[in-house]
Each structure stands twice: as C-alpha cells, then as structure tokens.
C-alpha cells in the first residue's frame, strides 16, 4: 500500500482527492487542512508521497514544503492554481525539492477534479519513486561530483554553426534541472535553442520570465512563427506544440495546437521530427533529460542515427530516469552525462 497524505484547506478538494485515490484501491490516505498539519503528519503518519496546496492558513503550502524537505524528505506533487501567480509558487515550490506539480482544472476549488485523474494519479504513482533532488540533496551531490575527477567535454567534429540549433526535450523534474543547465549557456553562444517542456499553457509564459531573469541568453515563449535567432532559448507554449519549419531559407519556430495522436505536449517526439524535416542533423544537438514516458527517444535517436550529436541526461541526475533511459536503450545517445556536466558540452559541440 503506498501511504499518500493529502493535504488541502478546501475539505471539498480533500474528500474529492480522498475519493479518487480511494478508487485506485492501493493508497492508504491520510488528510490534512494545512501546512502545520500537513509537518505534523508527515512526522506521525511518515507517507511515502505528498500533494499539497500552495495557499494555506496558518501555514501555506511552500513553507510546510521547506519545513518537511528539512525535517523528513519526502516525495510532493504541488497541487496549484492554473494563474500566473500560482505557476510562480509551483516554480518555487520545485526549487525546494517537490518532484512534480499538477494544476486544478477550475481554480482553488475544483468540482471537475475527474478531468485531471488519470495525470494525477500518474503523477502521484511516478513521484513514489522520483529521485528526490530538494536543496539539500543537490548541494551533497555536487560535492560528491566535485570529488571525482570531471572528464573534459568532447571536442566538436565538425565545425560552422550556420543553421546549428540545440533541441531540449524534459518532462517531470524538468524546470529545476532546465535552472542547472541554461543558466550557464554563455552570452555569445552561437545557436537557437528550442525547449519542449511538458507543461500547462498558463505556466509557460511565467516560466520564461524566470528564465530569462537568471540566463544570459534571451528566453522567450514561442507563441508565434518566429525566426530562429543565435543565442536565443525558446520554450515550447504549453497547449501547442512546438515544430521548426523553413520560409525563405531561413529557420522558423511555430506554435501549432497539440497533436491528439502525441500524448504528452510540447511534444518533443514533433519537434524532433520537424527537425530531421528541416534541419542537417549534423548541425543539431538533441538533449533529452528527465521525466517519465519515452517522449523524443525515437526522433533524437534518428537525429544520431544521421549525423547528429544527442545527451542523454544520466540516472545520477535525474528525477525520473525514463525519457533519457529510452534514449540510451535505444542506442540514441552520443553521451550520458549528469545536468551539471550538459551544458558544458553543449558549448563545446556548438563551437565554431
């Protein structure tokens, strides 16, 4: 039986989540009305997974969630509103060690939790057992990294970076591990980079803001057909998919609405192919990192197949060690490295 505190001030959402877990038929719940309650119980009740509201009295949902990543490190799905102000909290709350997040269909209080159960319920079974990589944990496994001897990135094979692009494909953990990674791209690196990260259409826009405020490169949304700029990281709309095309010789990014044939969206498997469609693979670096599923292992895979240079992100590192282990089954990675040795490599492999 797995043991899963819920913990929300609404005793609507509270019986609505009990219920639904309830039907799984292999949750033990236990129920708390805020963030005091939701430190304490994880203290006596010791549950192997949390969901936890974001705006709570007497305690709020990110500071009961720094209390137990301290106290009693424990596997968290943030439970949040689809608003800008709420996608900024889930943001943080993903900083402080929650594995993964889940938006409520109607606002705080929701009377169609149903429309989400199937995700949820993916979610909260996935977080069980997630790699639990809160503050803490990270600043212990970069020490232990720094005491063994980092290998020296890769040098390019090739050089020219005309029509070069990096492609990113992340899901579950992927904000927090996309903040080790883009933030050490430097000014003058010399390629577009596109980012599929599965993730609502409310949160992608407040998400490149905070991006953009801690990268040296410009972040965008992609909202539009736009030209591929050098030096510039463009995230995939949540809602849409996110696809490169050509127009008079030069590179596009396009927002398309999401394929209902691709379960998960930005579709990193879309993007790839429109890659292999429009781009020579031997001018693309394909990065696949954490989350659950096999989005993109199939298209990245082709990307190395026809000349391309791919990244599986390692199991050291990742939160969910699924869509990078596709890749690496699928013989479709040219290196398996840790978050923090990837863009390192990047830039090497994009230098002229």
């Given at each position: 039986?797995i043991k899963l505190l819920i913990v929300d001030d609404s005793a609507l959402m509270r019986r609505q989540l009990a219920t639904l877990f309830e039907a799984e038929g292999?949750?033990?719940?236990?129920?708390?009305?805020?963030?005091?309650?939701?430190?304490?119980?994880?203290?006596?009740?010791?549950?192997?997974?949390?969901?936890?509201?974001?705006?709570?009295?007497?305690?709020?949902?990110?500071?009961?969630?720094?209390?137990?990543?301290?106290?009693?490190?424990?596997?968290?799905?943030?439970?949040?509103?689809?608003s800008e102000k709420g996608a900024l909290a889930t943001f943080e709350a993903l900083n402080l060690g929650a594995v993964d997040y889940i938006a409520k269909p109607g606002?705080?209080?929701?009377?169609?939790?149903?429309?989400?159960?199937?995700?949820?319920?993916?979610?909260?079974?996935?977080?069980?057992?997630?790699?639990?990589?809160?503050?803490?944990?990270?600043?212990?496994?970069?020490?232990?990294?720094?005491?063994?001897?980092?290998?020296?990135?890769?040098?390019?094979?090739?050089?020219?970076?005309?029509?070069?692009?990096?492609?990113?494909?992340?899901?579950?953990?992927?904000?927090?591990?996309?903040?080790?990674?883009?933030?050490?791209?430097?000014?003058?690196?010399?390629?577009?980079?596109?980012?599929?990260?599965?993730?609502?259409?409310?949160?992608?826009?407040?998400?490149?803001?905070?991006?953009?405020?801690?990268?040296?490169?410009?972040?965008?949304?992609?909202?539009?057909?736009?030209?591929?700029?050098?030096?510039?990281?463009?995230?995939?709309?949540?809602?849409?998919?996110?696809?490169?095309?050509?127009?008079?010789?030069?590179?596009?990014?396009?927002?398309?609405?999401?394929?209902?044939?691709?379960?998960?969206?930005?579709?990193?498997?879309?993007?790839?192919?429109?890659?292999?469609?429009?781009?020579?693979?031997?001018?693309?670096?394909?990065?696949?990192?954490?989350?659950?599923?096999?989005?993109?292992?199939?298209?990245?895979?082709?990307?190395?197949?026809?000349?391309?240079?791919?990244?599986?992100?390692?199991?050291?590192?990742?939160?969910?060690?699924?869509?990078?282990?596709?890749?690496?089954?699928?013989?479709?990675?040219?290196?398996?490295?840790?978050?923090?040795?990837?863009?390192?490599?990047?830039?090497?492999?994009?230098?002229?």
């Amino acid at each position: 039986m797995i043991k899963l505190l819920i913990v929300d001030d609404s005793a609507l959402m509270r019986r609505q989540l009990a219920t639904l877990f309830e039907a799984e038929g292999d949750f033990t719940i236990h129920q708390a009305r805020n963030g005091k309650e939701a430190v304490a119980a994880n203290r006596a009740f010791q549950p192997d997974v949390v969901t936890l509201d974001i705006n709570m009295p007497e305690m709020d949902g990110l500071t009961a969630l720094a209390t137990m990543m301290a106290e009693r490190p424990v596997p968290v799905v943030m439970v949040s509103s689809l608003s800008e102000k709420g996608a900024l909290a889930t943001f943080e709350a993903l900083n402080l060690g929650a594995v993964d997040y889940i938006a409520k269909p109607g606002g705080t209080i929701s009377l169609s939790i149903g429309a989400i159960k199937d995700e949820l319920v993916s979610k909260v079974r996935t977080a069980v057992r997630a790699r639990l990589q809160g503050t803490s944990s990270r600043r212990v496994r970069a020490r232990d990294e720094r005491a063994q001897p980092a290998p020296r990135p890769v040098a390019a094979r090739r050089g020219g970076a005309a029509d070069g692009l990096v492609a990113i494909g992340v899901s579950t953990g992927g904000p927090r591990t996309l903040e080790d990674i883009l933030p050490l791209l430097p000014l003058e690196f010399p390629w577009p980079v596109l980012v599929a990260q599965h993730m609502p259409a409310a949160f992608t826009q407040p998400f490149a803001d905070r991006l953009n405020g801690i990268c040296p490169l410009s972040v965008v949304e992609a909202t539009h057909p736009t030209p591929l700029e050098p030096g510039t990281i463009y995230i995939g709309k949540g809602g849409a998919d996110m696809l490169v095309a050509r127009r008079a010789g030069k590179l596009m990014v396009l927002a398309k609405p999401e394929n209902r044939a691709f379960l998960w969206h930005p579709s990193v498997e879309l993007l790839g192919r429109s890659i292999l469609e429009h781009c020579d693979p031997s001018q693309v670096i394909a990065v696949l990192l954490t989350g659950m599923g096999h989005d993109g292992a199939d298209a990245f895979t082709e990307i190395k197949q026809r000349g391309g240079r791919t990244i599986a992100e390692s199991e050291a590192s990742a939160v969910v060690f699924g869509m990078p282990a596709e890749l690496i089954e699928r013989g479709g990675a040219s290196m398996v490295l840790p978050s923090h040795r990837i863009a390192a490599q990047i830039v090497v492999w994009a230098r002229p």
